[in-house]
C-alpha cells in the first residue's frame, strides 16, 4: 500500500515554536514513516500558509497539516475546506482553539500520535462575507482584545490577560443590529457577538459551550450589557464551559447571521483581529471539511 503524501506547512515564529526551530526533527520523530512520506514547509510571511496549501494540493497532498496557531489553523484550512485533502493541526500557538476543542490539545507529540491513527471526522465550516472560518469570529471586545494581541510583539497567556486587564473598563458598550436566519434585524447593545462554530477562544476560554462542529449549525453568542463587575464575576464560566447560564448571555444556534456594526470597528476570525465592512453576514457550510480528530471527538 503507498505511502500517504502528509505535508507539514509550519509557522516557525508562532507562539509555542519560537524555542522549536527543529520542529522538522520533531515531526520525524514521532510521525508513522511506514504509513506517511513526509514533507515539511515553513512559512515565511503572512498568508504564506494559504500559498504552500495550494502548492501541497498541486503536489498532490493526501494530508495537510498546520503547525502553529489558530491563525495558521485558518489560513491552511481555508484552502481546503470543500475538497477531499485531509485537514490536520499540530498546536503550536499560543492559545490554540480549535486544537483544545477537538480534543487535540496542546502537546505536539500527542497530536502527531492522533495523526497516526488516522480518524477522521467531518466538519462544518463558516463563511464571514465570503471568507471561510472553521472555529470562531466576532465583533466587540474580544475583537478588539485580538487585535491588539496580534499587533503587540509578546505573546503567551500573560501578555494575553495583560491587555485584557487593560481593556476590560476602558472599551465601551457597541450598538449593533442583528438578523438571524432572514428576520428583521434587532438592536442590541453589548459588549461584544460571537459566531462560532466551536467552543473555544485560546487558552481554552469558551465562549460558547453549546457549539458544535457537526450539527450543521452556527452558535451566536450576545454578551449583552451588564456593569462590568458582572462580567469578571462570570468569568470562572468562561473556563468550565457554564457562561450561557449567565442572565446577560442571550444564545441562538441557527444558519446565518447579518451584522451592522459601527463603521471601523474591529471584527476577528480565529482570532485575528482587523477592521471590515460595517455590513457582516455570517453563513453555515455544511460538511465541509475533513479534520483529523481524536476518536471521541
Given at each position: 500500500?503507498?505511502?500517504?503524501?502528509?505535508?507539514?506547512?509550519?509557522?516557525?515564529?508562532?507562539?509555542?515554536?519560537?524555542?522549536?526551530?527543529?520542529?522538522?526533527?520533531?515531526?520525524q520523530?514521532?510521525?508513522?514513516?511506514?504509513?506517511?512520506?513526509?514533507?515539511?514547509?515553513?512559512?515565511?510571511?503572512?498568508?504564506?500558509?494559504?500559498e504552500?496549501?495550494?502548492?501541497?494540493?498541486?503536489?498532490?497532498?493526501?494530508?495537510?497539516?498546520a503547525?502553529?496557531?489558530?491563525?495558521?489553523v485558518?489560513?491552511?484550512?481555508?484552502?481546503?475546506?470543500?475538497t477531499?485533502?485531509?485537514?490536520?493541526?499540530?498546536?503550536?500557538?499560543?492559545?490554540?482553539?480549535?486544537?483544545?476543542?477537538?480534543?487535540?490539545?496542546?502537546?505536539?507529540?500527542?497530536?502527531?500520535?492522533?495523526?497516526?491513527?488516522?480518524?477522521?471526522?467531518?466538519?462544518?465550516?463558516?463563511?464571514l462575507?465570503?471568507?471561510?472560518?472553521?472555529?470562531?469570529?466576532?465583533?466587540?471586545?474580544?475583537?478588539?482584545?485580538?487585535?491588539r494581541?496580534?499587533e503587540?510583539?509578546?505573546?503567551g497567556?500573560?501578555?494575553?490577560?495583560?491587555?485584557?486587564m487593560?481593556?476590560?473598563?476602558?472599551?465601551?458598550?457597541?450598538?449593533?443590529?442583528?438578523?438571524?436566519?432572514?428576520n428583521?434585524?434587532?438592536?442590541?447593545?453589548?459588549?461584544?457577538?460571537?459566531?462560532?462554530?466551536?467552543?473555544?477562544?485560546?487558552?481554552?476560554?469558551?465562549?460558547?459551550?453549546?457549539?458544535?462542529?457537526?450539527?450543521?449549525?452556527?452558535e451566536?453568542?450576545?454578551?449583552?450589557?451588564?456593569?462590568?463587575?458582572?462580567?469578571?464575576?462570570?468569568f470562572?464560566?468562561?473556563?468550565?464551559?457554564?457562561?450561557?447560564?449567565?442572565?446577560?448571555?442571550?444564545?441562538?444556534?441557527?444558519?446565518?447571521?447579518d451584522?451592522?456594526?459601527?463603521?471601523?470597528?474591529?471584527?476577528h476570525?480565529?482570532g485575528?483581529?482587523?477592521?471590515?465592512?460595517?455590513?457582516?453576514?455570517?453563513?453555515?457550510?455544511p460538511?465541509?471539511?475533513?479534520?483529523?480528530?481524536?476518536?471521541?471527538?
Amino acid at each position: 500500500m503507498p505511502k500517504q503524501k502528509i505535508h507539514f506547512i509550519v509557522n516557525p515564529i508562532s507562539g509555542a515554536l519560537r524555542k522549536r526551530k527543529d520542529i522538522d526533527v520533531f515531526i520525524q520523530k514521532y510521525l508513522d514513516q511506514e504509513q506517511f512520506e513526509p514533507f515539511i514547509k515553513m512559512t515565511e510571511y503572512a498568508g504564506h500558509a494559504i500559498e504552500l496549501a495550494q502548492q501541497a494540493i498541486k503536489d498532490g497532498a493526501d494530508i495537510v497539516v498546520a503547525v502553529g496557531g489558530d491563525g495558521s489553523v485558518n489560513e491552511v484550512s481555508s484552502v481546503l475546506i470543500g475538497t477531499d485533502i485531509v485537514f490536520g493541526v499540530v498546536p503550536g500557538g499560543s492559545g490554540n482553539g480549535f486544537a483544545m476543542h477537538m480534543g487535540i490539545g496542546r502537546k505536539i507529540k500527542k497530536a502527531i500520535e492522533i495523526i497516526n491513527q488516522g480518524h477522521i471526522q467531518v466538519i462544518d465550516s463558516i463563511t464571514l462575507n465570503g471568507k471561510p472560518y472553521i472555529n470562531l469570529s466576532g465583533v466587540g471586545f474580544a475583537a478588539n482584545i485580538a487585535y491588539r494581541f496580534k499587533e503587540n510583539k509578546q505573546r503567551g497567556f500573560m501578555n494575553y490577560l495583560k491587555i485584557t486587564m487593560e481593556q476590560a473598563f476602558r472599551y465601551p458598550f457597541q450598538k449593533y443590529e442583528i438578523s438571524v436566519d432572514g428576520n428583521d434585524y434587532e438592536k442590541r447593545e453589548c459588549l461584544m457577538v460571537e459566531i462560532a462554530n466551536s467552543t473555544s477562544f485560546g487558552y481554552n476560554f469558551k465562549p460558547a459551550p453549546l457549539a458544535k462542529v457537526d450539527d450543521g449549525l452556527l452558535e451566536l453568542v450576545i454578551v449583552n450589557k451588564t456593569p462590568k463587575l458582572n462580567y469578571f464575576a462570570a468569568f470562572p464560566r468562561m473556563i468550565n464551559g457554564q457562561i450561557h447560564k449567565s442572565y446577560f448571555i442571550e444564545r441562538k444556534a441557527c444558519q446565518k447571521v447579518d451584522i451592522r456594526i459601527p463603521e471601523n470597528s474591529y471584527v476577528h476570525m480565529d482570532g485575528e483581529g482587523f477592521i471590515e465592512s460595517h455590513e457582516l453576514q455570517y453563513q453555515i457550510v455544511p460538511n465541509s471539511l475533513k479534520v483529523i480528530a481524536p476518536k471521541n471527538a
